[in-house]
Nanobody, 123 residues
């Protein structure tokens, strides 16, 4: 199983980015997916999660109303649309897949992780 995250970059405050996470292997579209982030000197934190069907989603309070998680099961790809970016959103963003079908908020519930993509928001 491999997860390939992409779409990070440098953006000004208030801008937008769309992260993608392509999943290959037996996990594919059959399991929950999530996004986490880790800023320099800080622990990895939950950002958002989506269930297998896409019917359930969760967001960290810090991104609620600005970020939107989605998935395209036909393409085995998950997305994180990030609008209204703030400098405090600067971090390496990781996508993850869980063998469970629901949306999970704990990193310990995830079985597979992507390599991370850097998001930098300038003020």
């Amino acid at each position: 199983v491999q997860l390939q995250a992409s779409g990070g970059g440098l953006v000004q405050a208030g801008g937008s980015l769309r992260l993608s996470c392509a999943v290959s292997g037996r996990v594919g579209s059959r399991n929950g997916m999530g996004w986490f982030r880790q800023a320099p000197g800080k622990e990895r934190e939950f950002v958002s999660a989506i269930s297998r069907s896409g019917s359930s989603t969760y967001y960290a309070d810090s991104v609620k109303g600005r970020f939107t998680i989605s998935r395209d099961n036909a393409k085995n790809t998950g997305y994180l649309q990030m609008n209204g970016l703030k400098p405090e959103d600067t971090a390496v963003y990781y996508c993850a897949a869980t063998l469970q079908v629901g949306a999970r908020v704990r990193s310990a519930d995830y079985d597979y992780w992507g390599q991370g993509t850097q998001v930098t928001v300038s003020s």
